[in-house]
């Protein structure tokens, strides 16, 4: 939910650390801040975005230690007291946290009464007055934060720098921190993101452990004191540029990216021959695929509806009883964990707090969980210690668009290998490994020629609402059209199980209104007509989302064609016009289409 940032070393450290900011923006842009070492600890923050900061960072900034952060509130509003840095009273420590104190209010009503005077409404403030205290009856850094945090609860990754200590001290509890090891300086980050142009040596700090890192070397640490071991590893993803290139927006880029991307995620894995596909990090067996009583799918945001869809096609092809949950919902159920069924975790980032937390849960009642995950190496990667990577890529903008697509496919890979270990011929396995080849160059062609978009847009950007309508396997495909048309154009949205719109939501449309349909050429199609004419016979503007070639698009006032494909892929090909209406209404509402408000990108806290 925020991004941290630190270097210790040699060379002066603002530019790595505004840079690293910017690399890290999308974890959180409401505020920022940094603080550096500089004889004393020069401290600068602002509320507004990474570019406001910079604007107000003198030319010259001596110092080769420093710590920064961008911040997604959770206590407190954006505002420049609330931004991180927070520092000690006499301003010779400074603290940067990513995470909730559970606890704070107690923490601060303490400190309140022994004087101490906050200056923030922020749950992290409390911490750096902690450590000042125990630095000031003496305590070592390490001590110092070692003990705060003992009186803490909740959630961190966090910095804390010192004014008289070259050494900055990092700490994770729930909140991911990788230390990237250098020669002579080392870097800290929230993710690996700003550390691959400086280092492939790194250390994931694992929850429980404190750092202490100087230019020299880290030391790491178990919270009650034990030795830990700093495994270093080698960054083994590369990930690329996540650069912009010539693209206005990288939502924009990371829709273009998706022919590229399924390929990335389909490579390796299609077995023509016997009509099946290879996961093989799942780890399982024919005999255990057999053995598998149900399927449970974890998910938030695009992720659960990516999940939706895949529970459909597990279900269909395998025939196996699988179902989605959310994440944020599963673990407060109470839910009957069966220790030989099969879960899976599905994030793009391997950092939301829902999706671990549920995790866990299952863990803990003897379950195993599978990642379907994007970011290599991420905590629930590994926390699941098994699963499949999508390998989308770097997704730098807020809204998920190539992730989901590839989430869909793995899941689809998934599905015919547990198909053909029970049920599902060969020669419709054939089909399928047929169709998921050529869908790269579908979803291509589809974007070189996405259709009458604009005049959707048109009809959309001053709506007062939008309804989407799907049925079966398009159903999660209008949610996740709703979801992204809210999140970056701000339009508020329904999205519904078509059938089911008769039975209240229609209630809402008046002349005008305007109705988002996604009917592929499947056995749905003519039941997904009966609900387009009830739409129209209240006045309503239908948007349609159909096959090429498909006549049902008399039925709308605007058609937007996909090509066509095997109806149970057909999401990954649906999905993409949803894409690009919402990302132009976003553009013409003048919305910040990578960074829309109140939003982040990894959703850290729960
Ligand atoms: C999707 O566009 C959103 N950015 C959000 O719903 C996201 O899908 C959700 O927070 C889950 O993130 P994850 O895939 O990284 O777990």
């Known amino acids: 939910m925020c991004g941290i940032i630190g270097y210790i070393g040699h060379k002066p450290a603002t530019p790595f650390l505004v840079e690293g900011l910017t690399r890290l923006e999308y974890r959180g842009y409401d505020s920022s801040g940094i603080a550096v070492r500089n004889g004393d600890l020069e401290i600068h923050k602002c509320a507004g975005k ?61 400190l309140e009464k022994e004087g101490v005077k906050l200056q923030s409404d922020t749950d992290s403030e409390a ?16 001590t110092a934060v070692r003990r705060t945090l003992k009186r803490a609860r909740g959630t961190w990754g966090l910095c804390v720098i010192f004014e008289d200590h070259d050494t900055i001290i990092c700490a994770r509890n729930g909140s991911p921190l990788v230390i990237g090891v250098g020669d002579g300086e080392n870097w800290i980050a929230s993710d ?4 691959q142009a400086r280092t492939q040596q790194v250390i994931r700090l694992e929850d429980g452990v404190l750092a202490e890192v100087t230019s020299e070397g880290v030391k790491t640490s178990r919270f009650d004191g034990r030795y830990s071991d700093s495994n270093v590893t080698t960054l083994d993803e590369d990930w690329g540029e996540a650069e912009l ?31 099946n596909a290879r996961l093989g990090g799942l ?20 992720a659960l509806l990516a999940s939706q869809v895949g529970r459909l096609v597990i279900e269909q092809l395998a025939r196996v009883p699988a179902l989605a949950h959310v994440s944020s919902e599963f673990r407060h159920n109470d839910p009957v964990i069966e220790n030989n069924a099969l879960h899976f975790a599905v994030s793009q980032s391997g950092e939301t707090a829902d999706t671990l937390a549920a995790i866990k849960e299952i863990q803990l009642k003897g379950g195993e969980v599978r990642g379907v995950i994007n970011v290599v190496g991420s905590t629930i990667a590994r926390q699941c210690g098994k699963g499949c990577y999508i390998h989308s890529g770097p997704e730098q903008a807020v809204a998920s668009t190539k992730a989901f697509t590839n989430m869909v496919a793995a899941l689809t890979l998934f599905a015919i290998q547990i ?42 950007k001053d709506a007062k609402s939008v309804l989407f309508l799907g049925r079966g396997i398009s159903a999660p495909v209008a949610r996740e059209g709703a979801l992204k048309l809210m999140e970056i154009a701000y339009i508020p949205c329904l999205a519904y199980p078509a059938g089911e719109m008769k039975h209240g939501p229609i209630a809402l449309l008046e002349e005008g209104s305007p109705v ?57 090909l649906t999905v993409l016009p949803l894409q690009l209406i919402a990302y132009h209404t976003a553009l013409i509402l003048d919305r910040d289409v990578d960074r829309p408000r109140n939003l982040a990108k990894s959703v850290t806290v729960e």
């Open 516 to 572: 988002v349909v996604v009917a592929p050429n499947d056995s749905l199609k003519d039941k997904t007509i009966s609900s387009i004419h009830e739409c129209r016979a209240r006045g309503a503007k239908i948007i349609l989302i159909h096959e090429e070639g498909d006549s049902i698009a008399e039925e709308a006032d605007i058609a937007i064609s996909v090509p066509s494909t095997d109806p149970i892929l057909s999401p990954i």
């Open 245 to 275: 290139g010539d693209y206005p927006h990288f939502m924009l880029k990371e829709i273009y990216d998706q022919p590229e991307a399924l390929r990335q995620c389909l490579t390796g894995r299609l077995d023509l021959k016997d009509g």
């Open 127 to 142: 911490l750096v007055h902690l450590i000042h205290r125990e630095i000031s009856n003496g305590s070592k850094p390490l």
């Open 283 to 302: 780890g399982l067996t024919p005999k255990q695929l057999q053995k598998i009583p149900h399927v449970r799918l974890l998910g938030c945001g695009t």
């Open 192 to 195: 690996t993101l700003p550390l």
């Open 419 to 460: 198909g053909r270990a029970r049920s599902l011929s060969r020669t419709r396995g054939k089909q399928l490994v047929k169709a998921l080849k050529k869908l790269p160059q579908l979803v291509e062609s589809y974007l070189d020629n996405p259709g009458s978009i604009m005049d959707a847009v048109d009809a959309l």
């Open 50 to 110: 990474i570019t406001d900061l910079v604007s107000i960072l003198p030319k010259k900034i001596e110092g080769t230690s420093g710590i920064a952060h961008t911040r997604w509130a959770t206590h407190g509003p954006p505002s420049d007291v609330n931004a991180h840095p927070h520092c000690s009273v006499d301003g010779k420590i400074a603290l940067v946290h990513n995470g909730i104190i559970e606890n704070a209010r107690v923490l601060r009503n303490r």
